[in-house]
């Protein structure tokens, strides 16, 4: 029998993909208040979208509306779901952090209101690891104690940097799995199966890149393209007089061009297991594959949805962007022409081709959308950015070019989610 699911904040569905995938579940209904978003996870996934207007506890549909209005009256096997997250992110500063304090933190409540409505057995949370901190702590303790009070048994309660499990981006989320007490009759077992799929040794260490995800090739078959890349950069900070270029310029002279040494150097890698390395190649070409990303090199796609057109040229960018290097910010033009002001470390920052890339974030203009690695190349299209969080290239995005920026910077990366519903299919099979 299949497991019934309820998935709610759905958005563009990355935190749904996994499950969708995975033919152990059936779907009750998805809930998100964007009609953009949620009309780009219903499209991908075949299934009518209705308005909570409409809503008659029917199956197998997207509902469009106020998440306070539900209301549900078929039990479940799971609950998916993450709250909007803005008043809990550390993007907006400690003063600007209200968390539960305020009604989008609260929607949290709305989450437990189904939960306590639908009785899942298991049920899986997801959100920024600022709550943890926001309102000194104190929200995050009443979110677990509340999932507690109901009978739930937190059996993975963290942070996750979603690198170390197949992204070729540092992304940090909280994911939090409750299952209900009475179903657990081994806890040792449901810990062996959350090491099993939430845990990877060999992608932390050897991190997916973004030179791999975009050209859809393993490292060892790049060498000359990561050449190419970094040989454009040799006279990038030529005549810049600043710490930040001086230590770039130290950074370029110790680089062998040699895509493996110099991987293993970005990523502090102390020692080359060239056995363990092998194997995590392996596991890299594993996930490009799971992805439809594997010898399709992004530049050679042209998705329906316009989402790999690259956005218009700029000279002034442009000519700033020459002196920027891999990994590099607008820091490293302080005190030139091309300076401009910034507060955060993302502001006309260049991804690196042999490292994970920054978080995608969601909105924002003043050089915050991500830089291309290619010395000519300035903003990232929004195809890239959905390849950065896994998004496959025949999922399509439904919205104007910004609202699917925006679908894809708050998205769940769609391998975390294949990763959590692989976990939670083994639970529900094991209880």
């Known amino acids: 029998m299949k497991h019934e699911l309820i998935t709610l904040f759905t958005g563009a569905g990355g935190l749904d993909w996994g499950f969708h995938k995975n033919d152990n579940y059936d779907l009750i209904l998805s809930n998100e208040i964007l009609e953009p978003h949620l009309r780009t996870c219903t499209q991908n996934n075949d299934i009518p979208l209705i308005s909570l207007d409409s809503y008659d506890n029917q199956r197998n549909v997207g509902v469009c509306g106020d998440i306070h209005d539900l209301n549900i009256e078929q039990e479940s096997d799971i609950v998916i779901g993450g ?9 907006r500063g400690k003063d600007k952090r209200n968390g539960v304090l305020v009604k989008r933190g609260k929607l949290y409540q709305q989450f437990l209101r189904i939960i306590k409505k639908t009785n899942p057995k298991v049920f899986v949370f997801e959100n920024v690891p600022g709550m943890k901190s926001a309102n000194k702590g104190t929200a995050y303790e009443i979110i677990q104690k509340d999932f507690q009070k109901e009978g ?4 993975y309660n963290d942070v996750l940097n979603t690198y170390e499990i197949g992204t070729p981006q540092s992304r940090k989320r909280l994911i939090i799995i409750g299952v209900k007490n009475e179903y657990i009759d081994d806890i040792f077992k449901l810990n062996t199966i959350i090491e099993k799929y939430l845990k990877n040794s060999y992608l932390k260490q050897y991190p997916l890149t973004t030179l791999e995800v975009f050209e859809g090739k393993t490292l060892e078959s790049l060498q000359n393209e990561y050449m190419n890349i970094m040989e454009d950069y040799k006279y990038s900070t030529k005549n810049i007089k600043n710490e930040v270029a001086e230590k770039w310029e130290t950074e370029y002279s110790n680089l062998s061009l040699d895509i493996v040494k110099d991987y293993h150097y970005f990523n502090n890698i102390k020692d080359i297991d060239s056995k363990r390395f092998k194997i995590a190649m392996k596991e890299h070409e594993k996930i490009l594959k799971l992805l439809g990303y594997f010898s399709k090199a992004i530049r050679k796609i042209n998705p329906i949805d316009n989402s790999n057109s690259l956005p218009k040229s700029n000279k002034k960018i442009q000519e700033r962007m020459y002196h920027i290097p891999p990994s590099y910010n607008f820091k490293i033009v302080e005190g030139t022409d091309w300076a401009v002001k ?3 470390s993302n502001i006309y920052r260049r991804i690196h081709p042999l490292k994970t890339s920054p978080t995608i974030i969601a909105y924002g203009g003043g050089g915050t959308g991500g830089y291309h690695y290619e010395y ?13 969080q896994t998004f496959p290239d025949d999922y ?11 679908q894809i910077g708050e998205a769940v990366p769609p391998i975390l989610s294949y990763n959590i519903a692989q976990t939670v299919n083994s639970i529900l099979t094991t209880i």
Not at 85 to 90: K, L, R, Y
Not at 376 to 388: D, H, K, P, V, Y
Not at 396 to 406: D, P, Q, V, Y
């Open 83 to 91: 709250p909007p997250c803005q008043d809990f992110s550390v993007l």
């Open 376 to 388: 000519n190349r300035q903003g990232l299209s929004n195809r890239e950015r959905a390849r950065l």
């Open 152 to 155: 739930y048994v937190l059996v």
């Open 396 to 406: 399509l995005f439904n919205g104007t070019s910004t609202e699917i920026r925006a």
């Open 342 to 344: 910034g507060m955060m």
